[in-house]
Each structure stands twice: as C-alpha cells, then as structure tokens.
C-alpha cells in the first residue's frame, strides 16, 4: 500500500496574514511525509494572486511566484485573478521564474495553442512507480479573455477530455480546478476517471471534503485561512486506489514566531517602495464621501466619461477607500484609494432602459449592502452615483445636455462589477463592451495625467 499526500491552497488572494506560518507548514510537512518514504506534492489552485496588495502590484505578481517557489510547490493552475485582471504581456511574463509547473488547459494564445508557460496536464512519478497525471483548468470567463486577446476553451469540457487522454496512462488523476463548486460537481458526475477534485473559485469550505460518484472534491475556503490535506491510498499491487481522505489544517490555530511579522512588514514594505513613482499634481484636495457626491467622485465620473466616450456614467461611492490630499499623486496613492481589480465598461441603452436603471439606482438601501467578490475591495456599496445623468427640476431626464427619449440608444459607463446582474438585472442581458487591461485606478490616473497642473517632476 502506498499513501499519496496531497497539500493545497486555493484563493489566497495575496492575504499573507498567515503565509509564513503556512510556509512552514508544508515546509515541515514534506520533510516529515518524505522521512517516511511517503510521496507528497503540493498544489495551488488558483486566485494566488490579487492585485489589490502592495507587494503584488509592485511586484507585478511575480513576488506571488517567489514565494510559491520558496514554499516548494510542484504546480499550480490560474484564477481570473492572475487571468484577467492582469494584462496579457503581464500574464506572459508571471511565471517566467517558476519553479514548478502551471497546469491549465482551456487557455489559449490567439494562434489557439497553449501559452508556452501553460501545460495542459503532468504526470508525476512516485518512487513505487505510481503514475499520477494532474489536470487543470481556469473559470470560463470568455469576453474578457477576448478582450484581452486570449481563446479560452469551456472548462468542463476541456478537462474531461484531457482526463480521458490520461486514464490509460496514469493510476491516479488529480484536477486542479479553479470553476467553483457547482462546476466540479458537475465534472464528478460526468467524468468518472477523475480521483480528487482540488477546488477554488467560490471560496467554499469542505472541512473534511465531499464525495460525487467516485471523486474526493477538496477545497479550502479563501485568503490562507485554511491549508488541505489529501491522502490518498494506493494499492501498487492491483493497480487501483483503496481510499482517499481529506482534511484541514486551521492557519489561525499554526505557530506563530516573531520573524512572521517581520515578513508580513517586509511584503508590504516592498510594495510602497515600488509604487513610489509619481503621476501627476492634485492641484486640490479630492474628498471622498461614501454616501453621496464628493470632489473625488465627479473627477472620477468625468474620468470615465473622457475615457469612454459614454454619454453618462454611473458608479457606486463604496470604491473610494479614502481621498487625494493636494500635492504629486503617485502609484501608491492611486493603489491605496482603488485597490480593486475592476475594469471600465459601456453599455448601449434605449432610453427607456436607462431611465429603468436611473430609477433602481436611487434605492438608497443600496448604499449600505456589504459587498463581497466581483473584485470589489472595499466593504460597503455606497451610495450610487451618477455623472451627466440627471434630473430637471420639472422631472426630465438628462444625459449630458440632451434629454432622454425613450426610443433613442444612449451609451452608458459602468463598473465591470455591475454588469453580472446582481445589482441592476438589465445589465445582464444587454450588449457589454469591456475596457482591459486598465484598472479604474488606471483611468483616474491617466485622467490626472491629462489634466493636473503638471505631470512635469520638478
């Protein structure tokens, strides 16, 4: 009999709170599981990155890499968080120092071939000659991977295919998936070669994971607070797996020593350093005001307008995470105030639909639902606001200077966070136009750029 462990992270988000205890952690681990002839590899499944910390915007991510490389993981696969908040130059160059490998399947350059930092699947090699084959696959997220100039394949699809390449050549398969619990349900069902499912995406928890036909689905919630533990019992004789289990390691309850918070100040020292580069000059101080209009809220909405070209804007106070003091703005100020990887987008309207959303945009509960996800990373919504969408004071609405008319098409600027539905339904359904690789902080700072007193240093 021969046990197969499996350690794995998901969806850390460059939450390092707890990464040098969870460093050590699958540091000591492997030295003890190797001590005793038992194979171990390790796994990340996605979402490592997250632009909304210092170190990884200073770093471009590839600080993410450095400590994936130092904590001896084997392979990992992409979240849209590496995938498509980054641009693809940026995403080209991540894994450039890699010491492992980046398994994902259902990605491809424009010339619909694997980037040449991606693999489809690995088959690694125990000592017992135990053959294990590793798939892995993104969430399908397909116009902002068009955007950006990617093919993505449909991820189920693309997995069951490759697991039916690899079961004549393997004992044991493992998916790395990053397409969130339904979706790995899914593939239990439907794809019966598939041994263990390592998830991510849905940031769900599975404290001693779930079985779906055959396969051990494995997941470890969000940012760090968790590390999984699989094993997997194999039987080299007959040539099957006999059980598999799997388990959690608490990060809150791990060791911790004074040279941790040493590191943590160090990651976030590393991050303002590089983010020190200045933009340009705030002539004035830019307020912000989470429940309604401020100073920074109309220089962002007359951001947007210049750099869509929309006809109005609209946008929630909650992505202000503090204001622009009068003086140079640099890289880090913009970071501190925007942190989140969100992207501009324009919507075409009749006036009738724009006129529908105006109104649900004045619920005034809205201001204070907590946000959570769809790359928003601040806590509350805020108040909605809106920029050359108006009413007179005889009831009309306006759009910039022109008053809207129910069958005319207006052109909209929104926040890609708006346009899954959750908030305003018709946003869903209409016709979208992403903007990417910038970022909202992107834009405010090339408006800045464009129209400070100065982008001249002195």
Request: charged residues 25%; glycine residues 8%.
């Amino acid at each position: 009999m021969e046990i197969i462990h499996i350690l794995h992270t998901n969806d850390i988000h460059s939450h390092f709170e707890y990464w040098p205890q969870i460093h050590r952690l699958l540091v000591d681990k492997r030295k003890e599981f190797d001590a005793r002839g038992e194979p171990v590899y390790l796994f990340d499944i996605g979402d490592h990155v997250d632009r909304s910390h210092p170190f990884t915007e200073g770093t471009n991510g590839k600080g993410n890499i450095q400590l994936l490389n130092e904590a001896g993981y084997d392979a990992v696969t992409i979240g849209n968080n590496e995938g498509i908040t980054m641009s693809k130059a940026a995403l080209d160059e991540l894994y450039d120092e890699a010491k492992f490998d980046v398994i994902v399947g259902n990605l491809l350059d424009s010339n619909e071939e694997l980037p040449n930092w991606a693999t489809s699947s690995t088959i690694y090699t125990t000592a017992k000659g135990t053959k294990i084959g590793v798939i892995g696959a993104t969430a399908y997220y397909k116009q902002f991977y068009e955007t950006l100039d990617w093919k993505i394949i449909p991820s189920r699809e693309q997995l069951i295919n490759e697991a039916e390449q690899l079961v004549e050549k393997t004992d044991v398969i493992i998916c790395l998936s990053h397409l969130g619990l339904p979706e790995d349900q899914l593939l239990a069902v439907e794809c019966p070669h598939i041994d263990v499912i390592l998830g991510a995406h849905t940031h769900h928890i599975l404290p001693e994971g779930e079985y779906v036909n055959d396969a051990l689905l494995a997941a470890t919630g969000k940012f760090g607070d968790f590390v999984g533990h699989v094993t997997v019992q194999f039987d080299d004789k007959k040539k099957q797996v006999i059980d598999k289990h799997a388990s959690l390691y608490r990060s809150a309850d791990l060791p911790v020593l004074e040279e941790d918070v040493e590191k943590i100040a160090k990651y976030i020292d590393v991050g303002k350093t590089a983010l020190e580069e200045k933009l340009f000059y705030n002539a004035v101080d830019l307020k912000q005001n989470l429940f309604g209009t401020s100073e920074l809220s109309s220089y962002f909405g007359r951001a947007l307008i210049d750099y869509t070209d929309a006809d109005c804007a609209l946008f929630n106070a909650g992505i202000f995470l503090g204001s622009l003091e009068k003086g140079w703005i640099t890289k880090g100020d913009m970071h501190q105030i925007l942190p989140h990887p969100i992207n501009v987008c324009t919507i075409e309207l009749t006036g009738d639909q724009l006129l529908e959303v105006y109104e649900q945009s004045l619920n005034e509960d809205l201001a204070h639902i907590e946000v959570k996800g769809l790359g928003f990373r601040g806590t509350l919504m805020g108040a909605i606001l809106h920029e050359r969408l108006y009413r007179n004071r005889w009831g009309a609405l306006f759009a910039g200077n022109k008053e809207v008319v129910p069958e005319e098409t207006y052109t909209l600027a929104t926040l890609d966070m708006f346009t899954f539905g959750y908030f305003f339904p018709l946003f869903k359904e209409l016709d979208k136009e992403y903007f990417m690789p910038d970022l909202i902080r992107d834009v405010l700072a090339k408006y800045g750029q464009n129209n400070g007193e100065s982008t001249t240093l002195p």
